[in-house]
């Protein structure tokens, strides 16, 4: 349907907007209302005329001008569930500085006012307060350069990173001169409870640091989940150490005919508008796109970024090193006390490792293609990194080449890391 309305009009009330964010808010609005009046930004090209005014409204609620947003979503068809929030806060605001206005006049009714005062729609109006905030940050070029992907090997496609807090997507990959580029930034539905996962059925969505693993469409995939689904590998060794359990966490669209949900809308999944997903299909590599969950993930400090870079990298270099010299003793200390692998503990690990290592005359380990991954998200032993490379192995007796994955934890940065869990993915060839 066709957004109505006087053109002449709606050039002042977008005019209007644009002031009233240069006044407002210290003006950190007024890049974001510039672009939303002129529709010829290539942030907002390829916006229909409908979103474009929507969040002209939205931005217009956010700067305390209810009236201009009322005006504003007079040219939006009603069908649409956000502009109906919008209208609905607005007029909301209205009557309470109008009750306000009244004062003692109205006495007899603090009840009604009260009531009308805590029915805050803010939840359903998170959409719009998300994709502004985007379009700010893109603007203000923000959001760059993520912390915690510290290095990625080829045997990574990319990474896409779910923000919960943010309630947004982004995905990166490595350019031709591998530097870490920004692809996509968008709005991304999750869990429908706050927190981590914990157990079956309990819809939140997990936090930690994943693969895709399957693609699910046609005939396999309800309609319900849109076009295309990938289910992630939830839940892995991290999570099972930690008792967590349940699965089907997937990556999905919108229902047909569905095109807008609030932030928190799922059992557990992560999903995003069709259109955008159909895009983004063709980027997932199974086994080799990445998927970083966590909460207000940091971005942009290099600094940071490298020093926890060259931690990583140095204990992992440190422990090749001590395994190589056949010290088997400086070897087994960068394992952590509660480490696991498959049926060990760290004392059968210890014992299997004396065993093995006490038959050898030589051993020599080289790794190479190496990705460091920081998850974003705090554990119980402290922070976590997920270390995965091409190990191989060569001793006077044995000798194999194998894809290995390390889990690295130190409870701060003042302590070393520790090894928490080792994993041999699979042979190379």
């Not at 994943?210 to 992630?232: C, D, K, M, N, T």
């Not at 696991?340 to 299997?352: E, I, M, P």
Request: hydrophobic share 40%; glycine share 6%; charged share 25%.
């Amino acid at each position: 349907m066709r957004v109505a309305g006087c053109a002449a009009m709606m050039a002042v009330m977008l005019s209007a907007g644009a002031a009233a964010a240069e006044r407002g808010n210290s003006g950190q609005w007024s890049d974001v209302a510039r672009a939303l009046q002129g529709g010829d930004s290539p942030l907002t090209r390829q916006m229909s005329d409908k979103e474009r005014v929507v969040l002209q409204a939205a931005l217009a609620l956010k700067l305390e001008q209810p009236q201009q947003a009322i005006q504003l979503l007079g040219t939006v068809p009603k069908a649409d569930p956000l502009a109906a929030v919008i209208e609905a806060e607005a007029y909301r605001r209205q009557a309470l500085s109008a009750l306000r206005s009244a004062g003692s006049y109205v006495h007899d009714i603090e009840a009604e006012q009260s009531q009308l005062a805590s029915a805050r729609l803010n939840p359903w109006l998170r959409e719009a307060d998300v994709k502004l905030e985007l379009l700010r940050d893109r603007l203000m070029e923000r959001l760059q350069q993520p912390v915690d992907l510290l290095q990625l090997g080829d045997d990574v496609a990319n990474v896409f990173m779910v923000d919960k807090q943010r309630s947004r997507l982004f995905l990166f990959a490595r350019d031709d001169q591998g530097k870490l580029r920004k692809i996509a930034d968008a709005y991304v539905v999750t869990g429908a409870v706050p927190g981590d996962k914990r157990s079956e059925g309990d819809g939140r969505t997990p936090t930690g640091i994943y693969r895709f693993v399957q693609r699910l469409e046609g005939a396999s995939l309800e309609p319900r989940y849109g076009p295309v689904a990938f289910p992630i590998d939830y839940p892995n060794v991290l999570d099972r150490m930690h008792h967590k359990d349940g699965h089907g966490i997937w990556l999905h669209g919108y229902a047909p005919q569905v095109d807008r949900r609030p932030p928190r809308d799922t059992k557990g999944c992560f999903s995003l508008a069709n259109d955008l997903l159909r895009q983004l299909a063709p980027k997932v590599v199974l086994g080799k796109s990445w998927v970083v969950v966590g909460n207000r993930l940091r971005f942009d400090d290099e600094r940071q970024r490298a020093a926890l870079r060259r931690s990583v990298a140095t204990a992992i270099e440190v422990w090749r090193k001590d395994w190589s010299s056949l010290n088997t003793d400086r070897y087994l200390a960068h394992y952590h006390p509660r480490f696991r692998s498959g049926k060990y503990d760290l004392r059968a690990w210890k014992r299997h490792k004396r065993y093995v290592n006490s038959h050898k005359r030589s051993i020599s380990v080289a790794i190479s293609d190496l990705t460091l991954i920081h998850d974003p998200n705090p554990r119980p032993e402290g922070e976590v990194v997920v270390a995965q490379f091409h190990q191989r192995y060569r001793s006077d007796n044995y000798a194999d080449a194998t894809v290995k994955r390390l889990y690295l934890v130190r409870a701060n940065p003042r302590r070393p890391w520790r090894i928490l869990s080792e994993e041999t993915i699979n042979p190379l060839p």
